[in-house]
């Protein structure tokens, strides 16, 4: 018997965003196919109806397209749903239901949601557990009086074995399970159901999915054996924490919010929420709801944060690329969070990844999730791309945000780009950084202060002015000796670059001056000198 060929998945189900332990999950699967010369497959799991959405899942696979984890199986993106959207299958989940039901292992359930709640609070109450089992006392025997009916499927009364890849062997208990639901009463699979017709359909091999899953596996190896199928085998995958151990969850977005607005209010007093709700355009209903904790609306949490000049913390992947990470430098380092190559290597190309792929390699426990590490190791990604890399990186940046370096013509970009990437972390870092190029700086009272009023700052421009004045045409090259005359000025070599930086740029921290000055050209350079000038003999 030959084995067969490995193949992986990836099943989002699209209500929301896709979360950056979701697409280390995404990576661990496709890593593990790519060592194996396998297949890795993407399926969008939107059997919840209530849920799920377009806009989610379009969005699941512009984040799994940026990322770059090609899939080999799956949805088209941009084209119709097809076969790989669980919503497109119910007629084969439908198959499969009534086979148990001829076989006598599924059954019809009339509880409603209220009636469960009830048995299971009388069950607490009696200091019992609640299993729902067909032969339980006291189950509706009937529709009548009662809700829609459900489908369960009869869980067999014996312990469970589970091998798993990465934690080893699971056992769970006989008396431990409960007949789950395989249909609900809209006539859609469950998770559990389609999951396991899926990857057996789709001859998925391996599962590698988030330690949440564990207690579902149970489940899921219950029913193939009730098809007689082989199941393939599960892995189950240490979870993301903050630094701080608490789960990296998409409220922090609202918390965050939240403080920001408090922390404007001034002590003793509350709020003042029309005013917020005026400048923020968001409903003043749904805004006091929201700071009052009713709800996390991320929508909103983007909106008051934006207002209130508050960064929002990382989540989702877009929030990354938005924040200027790039894929390769996201994926390596999420790619450490639970698993380890051995040894003391960080920085691992993607091909060196998939070579060092090893199940072996992920971790049991609980992997943080260091913001700073993420940053310098995009900074180290940043320098050590090719410039080509960087641009085509730099434009998939600038079209899912709103910098005016996206103004600029592709020759400006790279000389950005080589201006910028030795001391930049993250592309918005560097769009923030230079958007002086683009538009009038405000000058920053401080350094205009220290490098200009004081320190013979001034005096230094006004030399300097002269001595950029006559140089044309303006380019790197002619521009070089003069910058060298500059920079000999006063008692310090290049004492006299801090005031033309506060002069060009509004701060004393800038690219250095030969290569700002060129890019900049000679009429905003003098424009700007000039203007500075005009603004000491104001003072
Ligand atoms: N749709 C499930 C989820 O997003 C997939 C779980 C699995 O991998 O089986 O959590």
């Known amino acids: 018997m030959t084995t067969p060929m490995v193949k992986t998945r990836f099943a989002p189900s699209p209500t929301g965003y896709l979360h950056v332990g979701g697409a280390r999950t995404a990576l661990f699967n496709y890593l593990f196919a790519r060592r194996a010369g396998g297949q890795f497959v993407l399926r969008i799991e939107d059997t919840d109806q209530v849920r799920s959405t377009a806009e989610s899942a379009a969005g699941i696979l512009a984040d799994m397209q940026w990322l770059g984890l090609n899939w080999d199986e799956g949805p088209a993106p941009g084209a119709a749903k097809n076969q790989y959207f669980q919503s497109m299958r119910l007629e084969l989940y439908n198959q499969f239901i009534d086979e148990l039901v001829r076989q006598g292992r599924a059954y019809e359930a009339y509880e409603t949601p209220a009636e469960l709640a009830a048995m299971r609070q009388q069950a607490e109450r009696e200091k019992r557990p609640f299993r729902y089992r067909r032969d339980m006392p006291g189950r509706a025997q009937s529709r009548i009086g009662s809700g829609p009916a459900v489908l369960r499927f009869e869980m067999p009364r014996k312990d469970i074995v589970i091998s798993d890849l990465v934690l080893g062997q699971v056992i769970v208990g006989a008396d431990e399970h409960d007949d789950i639901i395989i249909r609900k009463s809209d006539g859609f699979p469950t998770y559990h159901f389609a999951v396991v017709i899926d990857d057996h359909d789709m001859g998925i091999t391996h599962v590698l999915r988030a330690q949440e899953h564990l207690m579902n596996t149970p489940k899921h190896l219950a029913l193939y ?60 209903d749904a805004l006091a709801a929201f700071m009052a904790k009713k709800n996390d609306d991320a929508q909103i949490a983007v909106t008051v944060a934006a207002f209130m000049r508050t960064p929002l913390p990382e989540i989702d992947v877009q929030d990354f690329r938005r924040s200027g990470y790039l894929a390769d430098a996201l994926l390596n380092f999420v790619a450490l969070v639970g698993w380890s190559p051995g040894g003391n290597q960080e920085i691992l190309a993607r091909p060196e990844m998939i070579d060092k792929f090893l199940v072996e390699g992920i971790g049991k426990t609980n992997g943080r999730f260091d913001r700073k590490k993420l940053l310098w190791m995009n ?65 920053d009272p401080r350094a205009f202060e220290k490098f200009v009023i004081n320190n013979d700052g001034a005096q230094l421009l006004q030399t300097s002015r002269k001595i950029l004045e006559p140089v044309t045409p303006w380019n790197v090259q002619t521009l070089r000796e003069p910058v060298e005359q500059i920079l000999a000025l006063g008692e310090k070599r290049g004492a006299a670059a801090q005031p033309i930086r506060v002069a060009v740029s509004g701060g004393s921290v800038t690219p250095p001056v030969l290569e700002m000055l060129a890019l900049l050209g000679r009429e905003t350079t003098l424009r700007r000198i000039d203007q500075t000038l005009a603004n000491v003999k104001a003072t």
């Open 225 to 284: 054996d009730a098809f007689n199928w082989t199941p393939p085998e599960h892995g189950h995958l240490p979870l993301v924490f903050n630094m701080d151990g608490t789960k990296m969850s998409k409220r922090e977005k609202a918390r965050t919010a939240r403080a920001a607005v408090q922390a404007a209010t001034p002590k003793g007093q509350k709020p003042d929420l029309e005013t917020l709700a005026a400048n923020t355009g968001v409903a003043p």
């Open 379 to 443: 900074g180290q990604y940043v320098r050590d791309q090719s410039l080509e890399a960087l641009l085509a990186a730099l434009e998939s940046f600038l079209q899912v945000t709103d910098y005016p370096l996206a103004r600029a013509d592709g020759p400006t970009r790279l000389a950005l780009l080589e201006m910028y990437r030795e001391r930049t972390g993250t592309l918005a870092e560097m769009a923030e950084n230079s958007r002086f190029f683009f538009e009038e700086p405000t000058i």
